[in-house]
């Protein structure tokens, strides 16, 4: 029989080992007592963003500037998913996704959390923003919502005579981290540190223990960021809009010095694949999902739409369809087996090393992409097949940027296109309205909305062909769900 001092200790360190496996890089939060909570992504021509100085945009003169105003991060953007896969695979840093998506549901219950997302454009970043509230009391910020990379930071200020103060701080709203009762630095002793950070660009500079672990995060567009790591408090929106909700010890960058162009967001939002990704992270407590919704992107700049962490209603499940998500394997990207593509029914001739994640292709779901990219292979398949039964209109004179084929015609008629169906390997079909790769581009003005991604390459699913439709990331089943939708945030929740 143990003597009651064993005793004791064993409950003492399973006590421990249980408080350590929820609370390193998770999220604290309150279950069953508490709402479903929720944060609003932000469309950038939204008035929201305009009762904010630093990140109001001068709303688009007309619809040809609007389109050029959202595809005109779509290059640069393409640039640096390419280089950064190319880098990854060069490197071999292909890392199992067991290591991040199988974790512990909390309690088994169906909570979510809800962020609403509106459209906004930045240099090679991404679309959208986000509303966020972090520190106790809850300071409002409007970051880059990223599904291209994983480090969350807020242009930040902190006093704290170990932190590193070189670069100059961008004239935006900042995190007063000595304001809030719930921050706390990351040591760069400390294992977090040195191993989970280290994929977040954390620096191996610790001049003393209780330095906070310090980070140098480049983006490929040639964008940079400095600071450190902190954990810190969340404060989330509920269906219940009288609630709020908290999530705790969130893994954040406190970023003292900036340089590139941010579009004067106040910060971004890591929304990518990875083991302290916002979005990972998130999941791990509320049923290991999240979903999205994407407005039309010419919908009245009043929609608003959310990004949701749980189980999606019921009245979408019905109508969803899944297909399997690859991840771990293009990290920080979300990717999907795709065998081919049919346009009127018939399959394009592409050759399938078009769609080999392992090899020079492969498949990506991106948000902030506006356009859907194809390797050069099956983009001229697609427009070639798509132009067809298109000849007998007028053309017009030039070309919009990556747009190369568009209409001028007032007798244009969206019933001559013909239907593109995205097909995946498991037999699962991506039927996109029309709208979504026939765009309007101007008044009067119709363009095929693809463009190449040249070769080899990735192929990319922009947000436009993403628009109308809820789309839900299952982590742990490593299945990807998706229904056409109104994005109506009280239809679906």
Known sequence: MQSPSTVQMTIISLFLIFTLSLSRKAFL?????????????????SPQLSEHEATAYSPPKNLSERIRQLIDGDIARQEMISRRLEDRRRRGRIRKASEISHHRTFNGTSNIVKIPLRSGADRGLGQYFVSFRVGSPPQKFV????????????????????????????????????????????????RTCKVDLQDTFS??????????????????????????????????????????VRLKEVTVGCTDWANGNFHNADGVLGLGFGKNSFAATAAKLFDNKFSYCLVDHLSPSNFANFLNFGNTSKQHIQNMQHTQLILGELNPFYAVNVSGISIAGKMLNVPPEMWHIHGAGGVILDSGTTLTFLGEPAYAAAVAALRAPLEKYKKLGHVL?????????????????????????????????????VIDADVGVKCIGFASAGWPANTVIGNIMQQNHLWEFDLANHRLGYAPSTCDFHSQF
């Open 29 to 45: 939060a309150s279950a069953g007592k508490d709402p479903p909570p929720r944060f609003e992504l932000i469309h950038r021509h």
């Open 401 to 437: 940027g990556p747009l190369r084929f568009c209409y001028n015609d007032p007798r244009f008629d969206m019933a001559d296109v013909p239907q593109f169906v995205l097909h995946f390997a498991d037999g699962a079909k991506f039927v996109p309205p029309k709208k979504s790769y």
């Open 143 to 190: 970051l880059i919502a990223d599904t291209g990379s994983d480090l969350t930071w807020m242009h930040c200020n902190h006093k704290g005579e170990n932190c590193p103060k070189d670069g100059l701080t961008p004239p935006n709203r900042m995190f007063h981290a000595d304001a809030s009762s719930t921050f706390k630095t990351i040591p760069c002793s400390s």
């Open 203 to 244: 620096l191996s500079m610790c001049p003393t223990p209780v330095t906070p672990c310090a980070y140098d995060y480049s983006y490929f567009d040639g964008s940079k960021v400095r600071g450190f790591f902190a954990n810190e408090t969340v404060t989330a929106g509920s269906i219940d809009r009288r609630k709020k």
